[in-house]
Structure formats: structure tokens, C-alpha cells
């Protein structure tokens, strides 16, 4: 019998793709809602003409591996020391800058995206990813933690009987994580007009694929598209015109800090969003909300947000 929520979960960043470095106790990450898909492909049939009707038998090819988990979005406690979430951002296509005892801020790029190696225990069993790239979702809701949800695409290795790392994570259990509220979460704005928010996710989009030739096996993000959605109080047009701004393909900052000490500051920037047209009026406890959307859009390139820690 394996109890289901003995997990271990290991991950570090690739040096060499494909290969995953020694992965240690301080590799450990505390995530939630883990999900092991441990043996994703296609299962190729022999196709044969037999002399008797019957199954055929089948060849697995293309074998590779998922894995979805949420991470708290809290900071390292200390600016311009990454946070626990930054390898992750960094195997999801984003690139980091450090600025010493300030800041670390991601933001994504198109090219020369880094990779990941996982090892995920559940019980004794040892189920590892490597050469992982994958997509996510940037969430804050009222009243809950903050999170990044990910989804993670690697190359297969076998699972395994495996000693079990005792997983170093006094860092993570003792973080300074605060639910999403007014005093902890003092800036969400939408063309400059602070809003009542319930909920909001950036969802990064990324396109992700298993490519198996002969010659290289990988996993690429091949291509991107972010997608904004926030559920806020409806307010009137005088204020802020959503109608509007969609009927105009108006581009729009979008701006979000969670967080008041220093360390543990988490501040996200959308400095052109545009506005989508506005599909529907909610209610709640009899209040009018609006379901926003809108899609970053870059000015420069691998620009349309940033996520900064400080």
C-alpha cells in the first residue's frame, strides 16, 4: 500500500538540456494539488494481417511525462534574492533579472528558453522529469494565496524504487505568505481606475510540444499567447467604460502589487492590455461585477508583463 500524500517534490534548473543535475534536499518544493501524468505518448499498433480477428498488439512511442502543481507567489524574504517560484517562471519561458538587494523581475522571452529536471516521490516510488519546459497561470483571487499554477511537459525517464530525499523546507513553511485582501494587496488597477476585485489570472499562454525525431527528443515552447481575465465590482461608465475601450481596441495598463514589507513585495505589470469586448454582466450577493478580459500585447518585444519580487 502507498499512502498518496507522501510526496516529495524535487526540482532544479537544467545546465544541459536533457540533463538533470544532482538534485538535493534544498532543491525541495512546496506545492499543492500535485498531479503526476508519468507516461504520456501514443501507443503505435503493429497494424498486422492475421489469419484470426483480434486485438493487435501495440508499441508505446513518444513516451514522455506531465505534471501539474500550484506554488505560492511570496517572495524569498528578502529583495533581490529569487524566490522559489523564479525556476519555475524561468522553465515557463521567462527570463530573470537580478538587481542587488532591490528586485528580481521576470518576464518572458522568445528564444533560449531554460528547462527543468523534477523528481516527484509518492511513497517510495520515484517518478522523474527531465528537458521540462511548460505553460501557467499567475492567480489571484479574494481571500486566497496567491499562486502560480504550472503545468510541466518532460522527456520520460522510468519510474523507480528510489531512497526518498528528506526534503529541506523550514524556508517555505516559514514564508511570509498573506491571503489576497485590501490591506494585503493595496494596488489592482485598470487604466489607472483602482477597482473592486474578486478574482484574476494571467494565463501565460505558452504552447508547448513534445517533438520526437530521430536524432533529438525534446520539449519546446513554440509559442505564446497570454490571456488577462479579472472579475470586478461594475462601475459606472463615467468612471471606466469597458464597452468602450473594446469597441476602440483600446491598449490599456493593467497593474497588481500583493504584499507591503520588503522581501516579500509582489508586483505585476501590464503595461498594454487590450480591452476585449465584455460578454456578460454578473451578480453577487446583488452587486453588479464585470468579467473582464484582455490580451497583453508587446511594444518592443517580450515586454507585454513583468513580474517583479522586492
Known amino acids: 500500500m502507498i499512502y498518496f500524500n507522501e510526496k516529495i517534490f524535487?526540482?532544479?534548473?537544467?545546465?544541459?538540456?536533457?540533463?538533470?543535475?544532482?538534485?538535493?534536499?534544498?532543491?525541495?518544493?512546496?506545492?499543492?494539488?500535485?498531479?503526476?501524468?508519468?507516461?504520456e505518448g501514443q501507443d503505435l499498433s503493429r497494424n498486422l494481417e492475421r489469419p484470426h480477428l483480434g486485438a493487435q498488439a501495440t508499441i508505446p512511442v513518444d513516451l514522455h511525462a506531465k505534471m501539474s502543481f500550484k506554488v505560492e507567489l511570496v517572495g524569498s524574504g528578502t529583495?533581490?534574492?529569487?524566490?522559489?517560484?523564479?525556476?519555475?517562471?524561468?522553465?515557463?519561458?521567462?527570463?530573470?533579472?537580478?538587481?542587488?538587494?532591490?528586485?528580481?523581475?521576470?518576464?518572458?522571452?522568445s528564444?533560449?528558453?531554460?528547462?527543468?529536471?523534477?523528481?516527484?516521490?509518492?511513497?517510495?516510488?520515484?517518478?522523474?522529469?527531465?528537458?521540462?519546459?511548460?505553460?501557467?497561470?499567475?492567480?489571484?483571487?479574494?481571500?486566497?494565496?496567491?499562486?502560480?499554477?504550472?503545468?510541466?511537459?518532460?522527456?520520460?525517464?522510468?519510474?523507480?524504487?528510489?531512497?526518498?530525499?528528506?526534503?529541506?523546507?523550514?524556508?517555505?513553511?516559514?514564508?511570509?505568505?498573506?491571503?489576497a485582501t485590501t490591506a494585503n494587496t493595496p494596488v489592482f488597477t485598470v487604466n489607472a481606475v483602482s477597482l473592486v476585485m474578486r478574482s484574476f489570472a494571467l494565463t501565460l499562454g505558452n504552447q508547448v510540444e513534445p517533438r520526437f525525431l530521430i536524432g533529438a527528443e525534446r520539449v519546446?515552447?513554440?509559442?505564446?499567447?497570454?490571456?488577462?481575465?479579472?472579475t470586478v465590482e461594475a462601475l459606472p461608465l463615467t468612471t471606466l467604460n469597458p464597452f468602450a475601450l473594446a469597441k476602440a481596441r483600446t491598449q490599456v495598463p493593467v497593474a497588481l502589487t500583493h504584499g507591503t514589507v520588503a522581501g516579500n513585495i509582489v508586483s505585476l505589470a501590464v503595461p498594454r492590455a487590450q480591452m476585449q469586448r465584455l460578454q456578460g454582466i454578473d451578480e453577487?450577493?446583488?452587486?453588479?461585477?464585470?468579467?473582464?478580459?484582455?490580451?497583453?500585447?508587446?511594444d518592443a518585444g517580450n515586454d507585454q508583463w513583468t513580474l517583479s519580487f522586492t
Not at 83 to 107: E, F, H, M, W
Not at 284 to 298: H, K, N, S, T
Open 10 to 39: 524535487l526540482l532544479a534548473l537544467e545546465s544541459t538540456y536533457g540533463t538533470a543535475p544532482a538534485l538535493a534536499a534544498s532543491d525541495a518544493i512546496l506545492a499543492t494539488e500535485i498531479r503526476i501524468m508519468p507516461m
Open 284 to 298: 453577487q450577493q446583488g452587486i453588479a461585477e464585470w468579467p473582464l478580459r484582455l490580451v497583453p500585447q508587446p
Open 111 to 179: 528564444r533560449s528558453h531554460e528547462s527543468v529536471a523534477a523528481h516527484l516521490w509518492i511513497g517510495d516510488t520515484r517518478f522523474a522529469l527531465i528537458g521540462a519546459r511548460g505553460t501557467g497561470t499567475i492567480r489571484v483571487n479574494a481571500s486566497g494565496i496567491p499562486v502560480l499554477e504550472v503545468e510541466l511537459t518532460g522527456l520520460w525517464t522510468a519510474p523507480s524504487e528510489a531512497v526518498r530525499v528528506e526534503p529541506d523546507l523550514d524556508d517555505q513553511l516559514e514564508a511570509d505568505v498573506m491571503a
Open 220 to 230: 519546446l515552447i513554440t509559442g505564446r499567447q497570454e490571456t488577462l481575465e479579472t
Open 79 to 109: 529583495a533581490g534574492t529569487p524566490p522559489v517560484v523564479g525556476k519555475l517562471l524561468r522553465a515557463l519561458g521567462c527570463a530573470q533579472t537580478i538587481v542587488v538587494d532591490t528586485s528580481v523581475t521576470y518576464n518572458p522571452v
